[in-house]
C-alpha cells in the first residue's frame, strides 16, 4: 500500500545528500539524481521516487523493483543485490541495505525536512484505549493550537478528517502526514503508536516529546503480528525510550516532555523506567501509587464522573463517554494537559466535551425502549470493560453479539467466550473477520470458553447480520444490546475478500424491521 506525496512533491533532495550517513553502500547508478518522494508499493510510484524493497508479510517488494523503475523510480534500495537486474537503465541508482523497513522513517523525514520538529508530539500505546486517549487528547491540546490526530479511526490533518488503513501508518505516509500537519498550521499531533508500528521500525526518525501508556494484555499475537507476548511488550516499550531524545539531523526541540503511565498496569512502572533521566514523569491510575488519581467514580447512562486528585489539588471532571474505563483514559490526556503546563481546571473541561468516539460504545440511534451500543472491544480485557459498563447502565438484561478474528491469537478465543458467558445474560457467537479460517471452527473455539460457565446462555450464529438481528429481536426493555469486535469497521475480511459491513448499519436496518426506526 501507500506513499508518501500528502504535502505535495515541491521537494527534491539530492539523492547522496538523504542518504548521507546512512547504512546504504551505492552499488551501481548515479547518486546525483534529484528524489521526490519516498515509496515502498510499486503500484503507487511516481516520478522521481526511491523506492524501498523488503519483505514483507505477503509480498517481498523486491519481486516487484522493475516495475518500480517503469513507473519512474530513480532509485531503489535493496536487501538481495541478486534480485535486480544487471540490465537496468543506466543511471538508476541501486543502494544496499541490510534492513530498508528501517531506513523508510529516516529517508521520508530527512526528505520533508523533518516535520515532527515543527510539531508537539505526543504518542499513546497500549492494547485497549488509544483511540479514545488521542480523540481526549485533541480536546485538552487545543489551547495549545490546532491539534491533528494520527489513530485507528481516521487522521485529522487541518481540521479536515480521512480514512485510515492502519493505526500507525507505513513511514513514508506517516512522514508525510506529519509535513502536512506543519504545513496547515497544525501545532500538535497526537497519535496512537501500534505495536507493530514499533516492532517494524514505522516511527523511527519521529521527534516524540510525551509517551501515553494504557494498558497491556495479550493481543496480536500470530502470525505476521507478534510471536509471543514478550515480543508485543517489548515492541511497545520502545516508545518510552525515544521520549525527548535528538533524532539526528533534526533540530532541536525545546517544548516540554514527559511520560503518563497507568501505573495500575503492572507494566506501568517498567514504562516508566524507560523515559530519560531528564523527562518528568507522571503516574496515573485508580490507586493511591498514583500522582494523578480518579476518586468517587460514577457511571450511568449520561455518562462518567469522578474527583481527579493530582499534584496541584483536585478536580471535578464530568464525561460524557461512559465506562470506568474512559475514566482511565481521562487520567491519561489530564496527565499530558499536566505535562504541558496547561491548567488543571482547564484539562477537565477540555475533557468533558468530547460527546463520543465512532465505534467506542456507539450508540445506535431509534426510538426502541432499550439501548443498542457498538464497541470495538476485540480483545478480553476491552470486551470485559464493556459489558461491565453495560451492566452498570442497564435497567435489564445484557445481551451481547461477538466473535473473534480469524488468523490472530487463538488463545483469546475461549478467555472471551467466557468472558462473555459470565458477564452478559444472552450471548450470541458469531463471525468476525474470519479472514482465511472457517467461521465456524473460530467460533468453536471460542464456545469452549463459554459452555463451562455456569448458567451460561448462548447461541451459535455464524452469519452475523443474522447473530445482531436476533439480539435485538431479544431485547426487552431497559435491556442493552452489545455488539462487540468491529466498532468502526465497515467491512469484513473473508478468504481473500473485503466485504462490506457495518455493525452499525446492521442494527439500525434490525430496529427498523422491527419499527423502532
Known amino acids: 500500500m501507500g506513499r508518501e506525496s500528502l504535502a505535495g512533491r515541491g521537494v527534491r533532495v539530492r539523492l547522496a545528500d538523504l542518504v548521507a550517513g546512512l547504512p546504504l553502500s551505492l552499488l551501481r547508478g548515479d547518486d546525483a539524481a534529484e528524489v521526490r518522494g519516498v515509496a515502498y508499493d510499486s503500484r503507487r510510484v511516481r516520478a522521481g521516487d526511491l523506492f524501498l524493497a523488503w519483505r514483507g508479510a505477503r509480498h517481498d517488494g523486491h519481486d516487484f523493483v522493475s516495475d518500480a523503475l517503469v513507473a519512474g523510480a530513480v532509485g531503489v534500495v535493496v536487501e538481495r543485490p541478486e534480485a535486480v537486474s544487471p540490465a537496468l537503465p543506466t543511471g538508476i541508482a541501486v543502494l544496499r541495505t541490510d534492513d530498508a523497513r528501517s531506513l523508510a522513517g529516516p529517508l521520508s523525514a530527512r526528505l ?13 500505546t497500549g492494547t485497549n484505549g488509544k483511540t479514545t486517549t488521542t480523540w481526549l487528547l485533541r480536546e485538552v491540546l487545543a489551547s495549545m493550537g490546532p491539534v491533528g490526530v494520527i489513530g485507528t479511526v481516521s487522521a485529522t ?7 485510515s488503513r492502519l493505526t500507525t501508518p507505513e513511514a513514508p505516509d506517516l512522514q508525510a502526514l506529519f509535513a502536512e500537519m506543519a504545513l496547515s498550521g497544525d501545532r500538535v499531533c497526537a497519535m496512537e503508536v501500534s505495536s507493530v508500528a514499533l516492532a517494524r521500525r514505522r516511527v523511527e526518525a519521529c521527534a516524540f516529546d510525551i509517551a501515553v501508556f494504557t494498558n497491556l494484555t495479550p493481543d ?12 508485543y511488550r517489548d515492541s511497545k516499550r520502545r516508545l518510552f525510550a525515544t521520549v525527548g531524545r535528538p533524532v539526528p539531523g533534526a533540530p532541536v526541540k525545546k517544548g516540554p516532555t514527559g511520560v503518563a503511565v497507568n501505573i495500575d498496569d503492572p507494566e506501568g512502572e517498567a514504562m516508566a523506567a524507560l523515559a530519560a533521566p531528564a523527562v518528568p514523569v507522571l503516574r496515573f491510575g485508580f490507586g493511591t501509587g498514583a500522582q494523578v488519581r480518579a476518586e468517587a467514580v460514577e457511571v450511568d447512562r449520561s455518562g462518567t464522573r469522578f ?12 464525561l460524557q463517554l461512559r465506562g470506568r474505563f474512559n475514566a482511565y483514559n481521562a487520567l491519561a490526556a489530564f496527565s499530558v494537559g499536566l505535562l504541558c503546563g496547561i491548567d488543571a481546571a482547564e484539562a477537565a473541561a477540555a475533557l468533558g466535551r468530547l460527546a463520543g468516539v465512532p465505534g467506542r460504545l456507539e450508540p445506535v440511534p431509534g426510538n426502541q425502549p432499550f439501548t443498542v451500543l457498538v464497541d ?11 459489558l461491565r459498563t453495560a451492566r452498570e447502565i442497564a435497567r435489564g438484561r445484557v445481551l451481547a453479539v461477538f466473535g473473534c478474528g480469524g488468523d490472530r491469537d487463538r488463545a483469546k478465543r475461549p478467555l472471551m467466550g467466557a468472558i462473555g458467558a459470565r458477564l452478559a445474560d444472552q450471548v450470541w457467537l458469531t463471525s468476525d473477520n474470519p479472514r482465511s479460517e472457517p ?4 467460533v468453536a473455539e471460542i464456545e469452549a470458553g463459554a459452555h463451562p460457565v ?7 450464529e455464524v452469519d452475523r447480520r443474522q ?13 442493552v444490546v452489545v455488539v462487540a469486535g468491529k466498532g468502526h469497521e465497515t467491512y469484513q475480511v473473508v478468504g481473500d475478500h473485503t466485504v462490506h459491513f457495518d455493525d452499525r448499519q446492521e442494527a439500525a436496518a434490525a430496529l427498523t424491521r422491527l419499527g423502532y426506526r
Not at 474527583?307 to 464530568?318: E, M, V, Y
Not at 470495538?376 to 464493556?386: C, K, M, Q, S, W
Not at 455456569?454 to 451459535?460: D, K, L, R, S, T
Not at 447473530?467 to 435491556?479: F, K, L
Request: contains cysteine.
Open 467 to 479: 447473530a445482531i438481528a436476533a439480539a435485538i429481536a431479544a431485547a426487552e426493555p431497559g435491556d
Open 220 to 231: 496480536h499475537l500470530g502470525p505476521g503480528e507478534h510471536p509471543d507476548f514478550a515480543h
Open 112 to 124: 520533508h525536512g523533518h516535520p515532527t520538529s515543527r510539531l508537539q508530539l505526543v504518542g499513546v
Open 454 to 460: 455456569a448458567g451460561a446462555c448462548y447461541q451459535v
Open 307 to 318: 474527583w481527579i486528585r493530582h499534584p496541584g489539588g483536585r478536580q471535578r471532571c464530568s
Open 157 to 163: 490533518v487541518g481540521g479536515q478528517a480521512r480514512p
Open 439 to 442: 467461521p465456524a471452527a473460530i
Open 376 to 386: 470495538y472491544a476485540h480483545t478480553p480485557d476491552g470486551l470485559e470493560n464493556v
